[in-house]
């Protein structure tokens, strides 16, 4: 069992950055996929970005922007944020387990972080 604790959120103005931290324990994360989801009000949780043992994939909408990271010492990915809109205002989800397939769909990862609130003001 893998338990995911998700940390950073908040609120920022446009233009601002904010770093984003999962935490992982129960299990050791470095050699797995960890995701990030994110989740505005009324809409589906969309893929944001990945971190696998052979690099990093991300959504168009936060390519150039979002950089996602890991630290094995610590068993944390993070993901930096740059240049924030307001479209980007969510809660922010980790996810590891990952079944095979497509990282881009939520329902392929076994184990969720609570999440962590996201809010870009304009």
């Known amino acids: 069992q893998v338990q995911l604790v998700e940390s950073g959120g908040g609120l920022v103005q446009a233009g601002g950055s904010l770093r984003l931290s999962c935490a992982a324990s129960?299990?050791?994360?470095?050699?797995?996929?960890v995701g990030w989801f994110r989740q505005a009000p009324g809409a589906e949780r969309e893929f944001v970005a990945v971190?696998?043992?052979?690099?990093?994939t991300y959504a168009d909408s936060v390519k150039g922007r979002f950089t996602i990271s890991r630290d094995n010492t610590k068993n944390t990915v993070y993901l930096q944020m740059e240049s924030l809109k307001p479209e980007d205002t969510a809660v922010y989800s980790c996810?590891?387990?990952?079944?095979?397939?497509?990282?881009?769909?939520?329902?392929?990862?076994?184990?969720w972080g609570q999440g962590t609130q996201v809010t870009v003001s304009s």
């Open positions: 996810a590891s387990g990952f079944r095979g397939g497509s990282y881009y769909y939520p329902r392929l990862y076994d184990y």
């Open positions: 129960g299990r050791t994360i470095s050699t797995y996929a």
């Open positions: 971190i696998t043992w052979s690099g990093s």
